[in-house]
């Protein structure tokens, strides 16, 4: 079939769901991911023929795009910071917005006594492992480690650290069950859940039904479960003059705020997501 053709039928299968142009961002990262073929190839070549076998992962794709799927779930892989991250049903999908928030965290370090020292940063709920691979990536200094209840999780994170050639010390552990660690950390992150049930409907189809629900959600009764375990946990573990970095539901940054002072923390910040929402926030430990 003529690959042009099959861009006219994801359009005509996916449009009533999806806007057209994110229709066509499936597209092109789908030739890409299987084919290695440009987005501009269509141009340079209207008339490109592929055959069966390289037609049938499209049309997988398109199958699972039609109920929902993430894309990055069906090509099994995401771009994070310019790197290359597995990703699956077993972990969220790298977001923008947490980009930033390592960002954040890697200025912070470069514009303090600790730049080039060798720093222990501890990453909670890790996930993917994007933020502490990414942290371990930018300051190769630094010892970097990273906990997670999920046991996949970490399988998943385990890879990534090896794909991106980093080293982390993973841990398999319930926060809301720990003890706390024998030795001082320079700097705590966490991305914990923090979207609360009630903001369900505000969510895609994509998230709700493929994306892990233990790492999206929390109860409307306690939103702040998680923030309060770490914010108590950083309190103890942190170095004097610590620094304590979250990502946040944009509709919690007051209470986040008032939680982080409860604890003594000081230098408080919040700061907005590329859409303009507050969504991350950083605490001085004293």
């Not at 991911?33 to 023929?49: G, I």
């Not at 003594?264 to 919040?270: A, K, L, P, T």
Request: net charge negative.
């Amino acid at each position: 079939m003529v690959l042009r053709e099959i861009k006219n039928i994801y359009h005509k299968e996916l449009d009533a769901l999806y806007p057209k142009e994110e229709v066509d961002s499936f597209f092109y990262l789908l030739i890409d991911h299987y084919l290695q073929l440009e987005r501009f190839v269509l141009a340079l070549q209207p008339n490109l023929m592929l055959t069966k076998e390289e037609e049938q992962p499209l049309f997988e794709a398109l199958a699972g795009l039609k109920l929902h799927r993430p894309v990055q779930y069906i090509m099994g892989s995401t771009t994070f910071m310019d790197l290359d991250f597995k990703v699956n049903e077993n972990v969220l999908i790298p977001r923008p917005e947490t980009e930033d928030l390592v960002r954040w965290i890697f200025e912070e370090v470069e514009n303090s006594t600790l730049k080039g020292e060798s720093i222990r940063i501890l990453d909670i709920g890790t996930g993917s492992g994007c933020i502490a691979i990414l942290l371990a990536k930018l300051l190769p200094q630094a010892k970097v480690s990273a906990l997670d209840i999920s046991e996949k999780a970490l399988q998943t994170a385990k890879k990534n650290a090896e794909l991106n050639s980093v080293k982390v010390d993973f841990i398999q552990t319930d926060i809301l069950n720990f003890n706390g660690f024998a030795s001082d950390f320079d700097i705590i992150v966490s991305n914990p859940p923090y979207v609360r049930e009630l903001e369900k409907r505000e969510m895609h189809k994509n998230v709700l039904e493929h994306e892990p629900d233990m790492a999206l959600f929390v109860s409307d009764e306690n939103p702040l479960l998680f923030y309060k375990t770490i914010t108590k946990l950083a309190k103890e573990s942190l170095s004097t003059k610590g620094m304590l970095f979250f990502e946040i539901n944009q509709y919690l940054a007051k209470e986040t705020e008032a939680l982080l002072r409860e604890y003594n923390f000081s230098e408080i910040e919040v700061r907005k997501d590329i859409f303009g929402n507050d969504r991350m926030t950083k605490g001085v430990l004293g």
